[in-house]
């Protein structure tokens, strides 16, 4: 999260991490923006820059740079179905038009926030989680890195929305199984995949901890979890970080 103080009765504030924008809100008497550093992120430095322009008309700008370091991920090896891994032509094309629906959902931005406040780990209990960019051998093949976290929860345990905002799609995807995504706005949306069932309809507005749907082992998985994710400005980032936001109402 980016603050910047000082810019009370300001007309605009704007900025950048490297090539991604950032989309500012009010934060008391301050502005906040959120940023998104994705999981396959080259290591090393990424300029930064603010922009103000004042009530008067003046415009002051910073900048900078950040250090992104590389992550240490686990390595995860899987043994699945071959139908699962080595997909015919047909399941293929189905997979690759699904992948294409949820990077076109990425890219739109909804221009208001819709959030409020902390966000709430979308399984109830202990929120503990595995997996967040996990390179995971399939089958003796390296395979994307995990962009999700990993609730383990039994079968049909509620799942809730972790933050209000609105149901941009309902599906059921070869692999991510039956999926509710939330746009919490300002290129914000978190991801609930492999559901048993799903409890909202696209276009509803769900408040945090709203049930959305029930945990599930639909799509490829290995047994009944909820995978969460998050993508901020189609940055694949880890969604617990969410949970340590401060709240910005």
């Given at each position: 999260?980016?603050?910047?103080?000082?810019?009370?009765?300001?007309?605009?504030?704007?900025?950048?991490?490297?090539d991604?924008?950032?989309?500012?809100?009010?934060?008391?008497?301050?502005?906040?923006?959120?940023?998104?550093?994705?999981?396959?992120?080259?290591?090393?430095?990424?300029?930064?820059?603010v922009?103000?322009?004042?009530?008067a008309?003046?415009?002051?700008?910073?900048?900078?740079?950040?250090?992104?370091?590389?992550g240490?991920?686990p390595?995860?090896r899987?043994?699945?179905?071959?139908?699962?891994?080595?997909?015919?032509?047909?399941?293929?094309?189905?997979?690759?038009?699904?992948?294409?629906?949820?990077?076109?959902?990425?890219?739109?931005?909804?221009?208001?926030?819709?959030?409020?406040?902390?966000?709430?780990?979308?399984?109830?209990?202990?929120?503990?989680?595995?997996?967040?960019?996990a390179?995971?051998?399939?089958?003796?093949?390296?395979?994307?890195?995990?962009?999700?976290?990993?609730?383990?929860?039994?079968?049909?345990?509620?799942?809730?929305?972790?933050?209000?905002?609105?149901?941009?799609?309902?599906?059921?995807f070869f692999?991510?199984?039956?999926?509710?995504?939330?746009?919490?706005?300002?290129?914000?949306?978190?991801?609930?995949?492999?559901?048993?069932?799903?409890?909202?309809?696209?276009?509803?507005?769900?408040e945090r901890?709203?049930?959305?749907?029930?945990?599930?082992?639909?799509?490829?998985?290995?047994?009944?979890?909820?995978?969460?994710?998050?993508?901020?400005?189609?940055?694949?980032?880890?969604?617990?970080?969410?949970?340590?936001?401060?709240?910005?109402?």
């Amino acid at each position: 999260m980016v603050i910047v103080t000082g810019v009370r009765g300001a007309r605009e504030v704007e900025g950048v991490v490297g090539d991604r924008p950032l989309l500012f809100f009010p934060y008391g008497e301050a502005h906040a923006a959120l940023v998104g550093i994705d999981l396959e992120s080259a290591v090393g430095k990424t300029a930064w820059r603010v922009g103000v322009i004042d009530a008067a008309g003046a415009r002051r700008d910073r900048s900078g740079s950040v250090v992104i370091r590389a992550g240490r991920f686990p390595v995860q090896r899987l043994s699945l179905p071959t139908g699962m891994v080595d997909l015919d032509p047909a399941t293929e094309r189905r997979a690759d038009a699904e992948a294409a629906r949820l990077r076109a959902l990425y890219a739109t931005t909804t221009p208001e926030r819709l959030w409020q406040g902390r966000f709430a780990p979308p399984v109830a209990g202990e929120g503990k989680w595995t997996g967040f960019g996990a390179r995971r051998i399939i089958n003796g093949q390296p395979r994307m890195p995990h962009s999700g976290a990993d609730y383990a929860a039994g079968l049909g345990t509620a799942v809730v929305a972790s933050n209000s905002g609105r149901v941009a799609m309902v599906g059921d995807f070869f692999f991510a199984g039956r999926l509710v995504v939330l746009d919490h706005g300002l290129g914000l949306y978190t991801l609930y995949f492999h559901l048993d069932r799903v409890d909202v309809a696209e276009g509803a507005v769900v408040e945090r901890g709203q049930p959305i749907g029930t945990v599930g082992a639909t799509g490829r998985a290995t047994g009944p979890h909820l995978h969460w994710g998050a993508v901020l400005r189609q940055a694949r980032v880890d969604p617990s970080g969410l949970l340590s936001i401060s709240a910005a109402d």
